[in-house]
């Protein structure tokens, strides 16, 4: 896996604030709709440079379901048959993070890996999701400053000041209304799901597996409250509270307390005596890290620093928002140290991480901002938003009040079309989750309320460990064992489970 994992990046422009918005129950309604057209027959032929013996193919969906004979729209997939087709079960869908997350990119990546662990028991297959890689994109057609990582999170400016974050939001909700019509109004997690199990008729399965991690999560498990008849075995990482009346706009503010949480494992890393030889250890005392970090941050607010990157400043905000993607993974811990270590020289050039150093692409930029404004009504309130941010900044300073700030969703003019759906526990209990005790981007805590929301349809497994995403990411062993065996066997622990680090 790579250092910053897309879902991360994405995941990371979620917000949060209270609503009015109404909830709901799927519906067989919404089961029709997705069977309302003939699924195609897929035409596979080898990926563009590939060597492992994947497949690729372009599956035609509906752009409305409600209107299967109108409009539609293609979705990229691809697949790694198995390897030992006597152990064949199925097909394994892996569902990425985001929004925005590539499912035939985690092919790629993982789809090797899985088939082996898992004795070539599945097709390892994925989709990209509408708007993201080879499928239909749209655009904004935002300039590429709107487009920085830092820009579109929204992070306040120096003493909390949301006036810049709140034109800008306004900006960019207006050119997605002008620009992205009616294909950008389709990206919903909503339709993913059913994109999902388009792509299962097509591939002539009754059931799919399903591997989901991060944002993917919560797409799994609308999947399984819309489809529950198609799931077989269902594993999902990194779980982020379900709560129909927030959803995106929930996850954001939960990683504010969440990076409080996980900070202290950096801590403890940057002063281990350990990191001197490396030339990256911060402080002699762990607790002397964080007021390094919050008051580096606050100087490079007034101060900006000229980095490597041509025009682009390492400022307090790049700052925090490199301690939060760092956060996701232990491996990601030295670049953060290095960029504290340099922006403390008057004489060092600051390296910026990529997902830093230069705008996202216009068409990334859109999905990201499409699902998160069409999957649920926002606050309208720019007070609200000023109010928020002046009590986050207080009690969460690791994140300066950005997880509550205003994003373009607050001025979109399209209301969503339809009502996030509602986990329940109706359906088969074949459910395996897997979470990290001090996870920064979908925290414990709102992994419970997915927990909860199951009931007896799930098992918790729960890893004593820091970071985003656990299966095969967080070497714990007892957690591998844990989805391994559920997804070769289909047996899980018998009751939620703790693996300890």
């Known amino acids: 896996m790579t250092t910053y994992r897309h879902r991360g990046v994405a995941i990371a422009l979620s917000l949060a604030a209270a609503t009015t918005a109404l909830t709901a129950t799927a519906v067989p309604a919404a089961q029709a709709r997705s069977a309302g057209a003939e699924a195609p027959v897929l035409d596979w032929k080898p990926c563009a440079d590939d060597t492992t013996g994947r497949e690729c193919a372009q599956l035609p969906v509906p752009r409305d379901y409600a209107d299967p004979q109108g409009p539609s729209l293609t979705v990229a997939v691809s697949r790694l048959r198995s390897d030992h087709p006597d ?31 898992t004795g070539g028991a599945y097709d ?84 799919l597996s399903a591997y989901g991690v991060s944002y993917g999560t919560y797409v799994g498990a609308v999947y399984a409250q819309m489809f529950p008849q198609h799931t077989d075995r269902w594993v999902l990482d990194s779980n982020g509270d379900p709560d129909p009346t927030r959803v995106e706009r929930g996850w954001l503010a939960n990683m504010a307390p969440a990076a409080d949480l996980r900070f202290p494992d950096f801590a403890a890393w940057a002063a281990d005596p350990a990191r001197e030889a490396q030339g990256l250890r911060l402080a002699e005392r762990a607790e002397d890290v964080r007021p390094l970090v919050i008051a580096l941050a606050a100087k490079l607010d007034s101060e900006p620093r000229k980095t490597a990157e041509d025009g682009v400043l390492l400022t307090g905000n790049q ?74 900044r207080i009690r969460h300073p690791l994140t300066a009040g950005s997880p509550v700030n205003v994003l373009p969703c607050t001025f979109s003019k399209d209301a969503p079309a339809e009502k996030p759906v509602r986990i329940t526990d109706e359906g088969p209990s074949n459910i395996l989750m897997i979470q990290g005790l001090r996870d920064p981007a979908t925290p414990y805590f709102g992994a419970l309320k997915m927990r909860e929301a199951w009931g007896d349809r799930a098992r918790l497994v729960t890893v004593d460990h820091g970071g985003h ?23 899980r622990p018998e009751r939620d489970t703790y693996c300890a680090s």
Request: with cysteine.
């Open 319 to 392: 700052l925090r928002q490199a301690l939060q993607l760092a956060l996701e993974s232990d491996g990601s811990f030295p670049m953060l140290a290095r960029l504290v270590k340099e922006a403390r020289d008057p004489k060092a050039v600051p390296v910026l991480p990529p997902p830093l150093a230069g705008p996202l692409s216009d068409q990334d930029a859109a999905a990201v901002v499409a699902v998160l404004c069409n999957d649920v009504s926002w606050p309208k309130s720019v007070p609200s938003y000023e109010r928020a941010v002046a009590a986050d």
């Open 124 to 207: 390892i297959v994925g989709l990209d999701p509408r708007g993201v890689g080879g499928s239909t994109t749209a655009s904004c057609r935002l300039s590429d400053d709107d487009r920085m990582l830092v820009h579109l999170r929204s992070w306040p400016g120096p003493g909390g000041d949301i006036s810049e974050n709140v034109a800008r939001s306004r900006r960019i909700a207006e050119a997605c209304h002008r620009n992205g019509g009616a294909d950008l109004r389709s990206f919903t997690s909503r339709n993913e799901a059913r994109d999902i199990d388009r792509f299962r008729q097509a591939l002539g399965e009754r059931k």
């Open 469 to 491: 995403g656990m299966y095969r990411d967080s070497g714990n062993a007892c957690g591998d064992r844990a989805v391994t065996t559920f997804l070769t066997t289909g047996v």
């Open 87 to 117: 152990k064949r079960r199925g097909a394994l869908v892996l569902i990425p993070g985001g929004p925005g997350g590539s499912g035939v990119q985690q092919v790629a990546e993982r789809g090797a890996a899985l088939r082996e662990e």
